[in-house]
Nanobody, 124 residues
């Protein structure tokens, strides 16, 4: 059974930066890894995804230009570097992974494995 473990969340001032990490462990070959987030009272939303070769796909929103997704296959780890953080980036951030996407990689339905989430709080 594949397991994902996020780390790196915390409290940061608006305009600051954080780097989230997600380490995958288990026997499954992972192709796509992604980040989603869920703010209080809102639905979970896609942030970014990256495939095994390093091509990345981003949320068509205000993450573009502020967030960077990367991957280290030697460590089975995906990273989300976030900069110029805003109040609206406050959310629980979840890592997701799949071997074969069952739907668009920008949707939660594509992913078989999920982490428990890490809280990111941006204060103004």
């Amino acid at each position: 059974q594949e397991q994902l473990a996020e780390s790196g969340g915390g409290l940061v001032q608006a305009g600051g930066s954080l780097r989230l990490s997600c380490a995958a462990s288990g026997p499954t070959f992972i192709n796509y890894m992604a980040w989603f987030r869920q703010a209080p009272g809102k639905e979970r939303e896609f942030v970014g995804a990256i495939n095994e070769n390093g091509r990345s796909t981003f949320w068509l929103g205000n993450a573009q230009g502020r967030f960077t997704i990367s991957r280290d296959n030697t460590k089975n780890t995906v990273y989300l570097q976030m900069s110029s953080l805003r109040d609206e980036d406050t959310a629980v951030y979840y890592c997701a992974a799949t071997s074969v996407p069952r739907a668009s990689v920008m949707t939660a339905d594509a992913y078989d494995h999920w982490g428990r989430g890490t809280q990111v709080t941006v204060s103004s």
